[in-house]
């Protein structure tokens, strides 16, 4: 089997004296991972881990769990990472994975191992053992119904690392089990950056450690930005070394990007877009305060069908464990994201599966939140439809309030700013008042129906 990790090491050791990984304030260079995951590749030999073979690596970023994905990816093994995000669903998980050994990698950077009965002979595993290939498993957040288990062949993935781009400072937001935190993290490390962790991922423990380590490139969510401003954690540390703040995950409301960059105008906002079952595409946004974007790049091609995004990819999964193949019969992913376009500038208005329809007029929940969250004495908000006997649906808006107000009248007024900016069918006719948080581990909204 041919090395499917010798660029990077080519790379960490050119650069061996320079931070590679931040770990609870303290920094390890690139000689130590190059080593460190040497060290890893012996463990993998002693303890009989072979090619093939299916490991659930349950981790956080740490600089243990980053060499030794890579260790597993070079040995050939398929890859499973699991973070305690998913800890309700990680017997779920292990089972549909076929996980025959468990890696576990605790808070202290210490390491378990464990091996099950199980046997993996799913067919997607034995195309990746016929063909030498490592494997890279990445569950779907399921928040919509049951989750899906995409698998990758990791050489397709790493192969748009090999072009040199820039090395930046960069924190680990988005989870070691998530496609987009491994992107983040092959990035950073194919370019020589360094890869800041957060064990605590509330805003002011990620700008504190953005102040303290001079961060230039944070990879986020609206959400968390959202949650950034509502606190106001941005007042309480220095975010002069910022240089962008990229987002994705889910749509971003127009009046916390405006607001974003109102703030800090000489951050680059930067939109960004993938998938599970595809990777993460190139992406470049117009300009910092607005929400059209082109996506491609090498590897990528796009097209809009019935105003439905769809992609084809270089880096496509291979299939799921655990459903039919969602691919065209020519090879496109249907995303279900809604989208308008505007010449080679696209704007993702949202998932077709959360838009609600009101009468046969279609309500996207972004654009209500958005004119929502413009209400001084708004937190966050988040818009769902609700069964109506007359229209089918009707539009609900949940509510987090920055202070006590008088509810009746608070929603009379919600509702004539909304009659102002937005036609009368996604006008809210239900409003609720939501203490506690809306979002998930992974800072994306939550949106359920009733």
């Known amino acids: ?107 202290q950077d210490d390491v378990s191992v464990k091996r099950f ?8 595993y034995q195309k990746l053992r016929s063909e030498k290939r490592p494997g890279l498993v990445i ?12 698998v990758h062949d990791v050489v397709p993935l790493l192969e748009k690392f090999k072009t040199p781009r820039h090395a930046l400072r960069t924190i680990s937001f988005l989870l070691y089990d998530h496609i987009g ?35 230039e490139l944070l990879p986020t969510s609206p959400t968390f930005l959202n949650l950034c401003l509502i606190g106001e954690a941005w007042k309480r540390h220095d975010l002069s070394s910022l240089k962008t703040v990229s987002y994705g995950t889910e749509p971003m409301p127009e009046s916390t990007l405006r607001r974003f960059h109102e703030l800090f105008p000489h951050i680059n906002l930067l939109q960004t877009y993938g998938l599970s079952e595809v990777g993460i595409l190139r992406s470049k946004s117009r300009s910092s305060d607005s929400l059209w974007v082109k996506l491609g790049g090498d590897g990528f091609d796009t097209r809009i069908v019935d105003g439905i995004l769809q992609i084809k990819a270089q880096s496509a999964m291979l299939g799921y464990l655990n459903a039919q193949s ?24 949202g998932r077709e599966s959360e838009i609600i329809n009101v009468g046969g007029e279609k309500v996207y929940p972004a654009e209500v939140e958005s004119v929502i969250q413009e209400l001084p004495a708004v937190a966050d908000a988040v818009v769902i439809g609700v069964k109506n006997p007359i229209t089918g649906m009707m539009v609900c808006a949940r509510v987090q309030l920055r202070e006590q107000v008088d509810q009746k009248a608070f929603v009379a007024e919600l509702k004539a700013y909304c009659r102002q900016r937005l036609q009368p069918y996604k006008v809210p006719v239900k409003v609720e008042f939501i203490a506690e948080s809306q979002h998930s581990e992974r800072f994306k909204k939550m949106r359920r129906g009733a």
């Open 181 to 215: 935190g491994i992107n983040t993290m092959l990035y950073t490390l194919a370019n020589g950056g360094c890869l800041v962790t957060v064990q605590d991922r509330s805003p002011d423990a990620v700008l504190r450690a953005v102040d303290k380590h001079k961060v």
């Open 326 to 349: 969602p691919f065209t019969a020519d090879g496109w992913y249907n995303t279900g994201d809604r989208v308008e376009v505007d010449g080679e500038w696209m704007r993702i208005l």
């Open 139 to 150: 569950f779907s957040s399921g928040s919509t119904g049951k989750s899906k288990a995409a």
């Open 1 to 107: 089997m041919t090395s499917c990790i010798d660029f990077l090491l080519t790379s960490f050791r050119s650069r061996s004296g320079a931070d590679a990984i931040v770990w609870r304030d303290q920094a390890y260079n690139y000689r130590w991972l190059a080593e460190r995951i040497g060290h890893w590749q012996d463990f993998l030999i002693h303890n009989e881990v072979t090619s093939g073979t299916v490991v659930a690596l349950e981790a956080d970023f740490s600089p243990n769990a980053v060499a030794l994905f890579l260790a597993l990816a070079e040995a050939g093994c398929v890859l499973v990472p699991l973070t305690s995000a998913v800890a309700t669903k990680r017997t779920e998980f292990l089972e549909v994975s076929q996980a025959e050994i468990s890696i576990a990698i605790d808070t």
């Open 117 to 124: 009965e199980a046997v993996a002979s799913h067919d997607i």
